[in-house]
Nanobody, 121 residues
Framework: QVHLVESGGGLVQAGGSLRLSCAASGSFFSINDMGWYRQAPGKQRELVAAITSGASTNYADSVKGRFTISRDNAKNTVSLQMNSLKPEDTAVYYC???????????????WGQGTQVTVSS
C-alpha cells in the first residue's frame, strides 16, 4: 500500500507562487502515474496536473502555462510549482498515485490527506 504525505500549501496573494510536494512511502511494486487534484468548496474534485513514470505530463487548461508538475522516481516524490496564482485556484489540493502492489496485481489508487491553498485577491 502507498501512503502519500503532502506539504507546501498556504496563503498567498494573487500573482504569487507556491510549491506543493508529495512523498510516497510504503510497500509497492511500482508507481505509475502521479498527479495533483483539487477540490474547491461546492465543486467536484478535478485534475490539475498529472505525470507518468516516463515524465509525460497533462495539465488542466486552467493552469497551463502557470503550473509545472515534476517527479523524482528515485525518491518517489511529485511536486507542483504554481506560479501566477489566481483566487480561483483556491482549493484543497490532493496528491494522487496509481501503483501496483505486485507484478500481477491490479492498479490501485492512493490519495493524500490534502493541503489547503488559498489565494487572496
Amino acid at each position: 500500500q502507498v501512503h502519500l504525505v503532502e506539504s507546501g500549501g498556504g496563503l498567498v496573494q494573487a500573482g504569487g507562487s507556491l510549491r506543493l510536494s508529495c512523498a510516497a512511502s510504503g510497500s509497492f511494486f511500482s508507481i505509475n502515474d502521479m498527479g495533483w487534484y483539487r477540490q474547491a468548496p461546492g465543486k467536484q474534485r478535478e485534475l490539475v496536473a498529472a505525470i507518468t513514470s516516463g515524465a509525460s505530463t497533462n495539465y488542466a487548461d486552467s493552469v497551463k502555462g502557470r503550473f509545472t508538475i515534476s517527479r523524482d522516481n528515485a525518491k518517489n516524490t511529485v511536486s507542483l510549482q504554481m506560479n501566477s496564482l489566481k483566487p480561483e485556484d483556491t482549493a484543497v489540493y490532493y496528491c494522487n498515485a496509481r501503483y501496483y502492489s505486485g507484478r500481477y496485481y491490479p492498479q490501485m489508487d492512493s490519495w493524500g490527506q490534502g493541503t489547503q491553498v488559498t489565494v487572496s485577491s
